[in-house]
């Protein structure tokens, strides 16, 4: 049972234009959400977050929405930057617990 | 340290051996998580420690597979009678343990190939 869904696993991306990553989630007990992103041979890093009383949290470049009602988050990176090249996996978990659960991430290339 | 440190980074072991994978987690970080990524696929959780309360287990694959949290820091995860399906990226993280909205950092994760 995949609580959390990344649908792509790949998208590819000009360098300068915007990149939207998508996630969906089944279990509406989840009330906060994380990006993380993962570099070939490294551990994952902590990208930005959002809590379910928002719906949209920006930080620079990177902007999470999320729609509670459809169980849908995404990810807008703009600009786009080749250095944005990387797997990106969704998670979230709720109030309970700090257990995170993972989507199975989509890989972003971003093409000069 | 300063963050999450796995040992070893590399392990390549006979199918039917034991291993033992450890991770030290951030200093002060009360919950501890194993999570493990096979090629090709996402973050699959194992197990989740949290202070003194029991361990969540659910995500274990088999009876295979155990770990233990000693003195409420580092951590061990044993894969017992390996397999080759074994084989992937074993990623211990940790956290500050006060939800919600707390982050997990992870370390760099520990390569197991069963041959």
């Known amino acids: 049972d995949q609580q959390v869904k990344q649908n792509s696993p790949s998208l590819s991306v000009q360098e300068g234009r915007i990149s939207i990553l998508n996630c969906d989630y089944t279990n509406s007990m989840f009330d906060y959400f994380l990006w993380y992103k993962k570099y070939p041979a490294e551990g994952p890093t902590f990208l930005i977050s959002i809590s379910s009383i928002k719906d949209k949290n920006e930080d620079g470049r990177f902007t999470v929405f999320l729609n509670k009602s459809a169980k849908h988050l995404s990810l807008h990176i703009v600009p786009s930057q080749p250095g944005d090249s990387a797997v990106y996996f969704c998670a979230a978990n709720n109030y309970n617990t700090d257990k995170l659960i993972f989507g199975t991430g989509t890989r972003l290339q971003v093409f000069p | 340290g300063a963050g999450v440190s796995q040992s070893p980074s590399n392990k390549v072991t006979e199918k039917g051996k034991d291993v033992e994978l450890r991770c030290d987690p951030i200093s002060g970080h009360t919950a501890l998580y194993w999570y493990r990524q096979s090629l090709g696929q996402g973050l699959e959780f194992l197990i989740y420690?949290?202070?003194?309360?029991?361990?969540?287990k659910s995500g274990l694959p088999s009876d295979r597979f155990s770990a233990e949290r000693t003195g409420g820091s580092v951590s061990t995860l044993t894969i017992q009678r390996t397999q080759q399906e074994d084989s992937a990226v074993y990623l211990c993280a940790s956290s500050r343990g006060d939800p919600p909205g707390n982050t997990i950092y992870f370390g760099e994760g520990s390569w197991l190939t069963v041959v």
């Open positions: 420690f949290q202070g003194n309360s029991a361990p969540d």
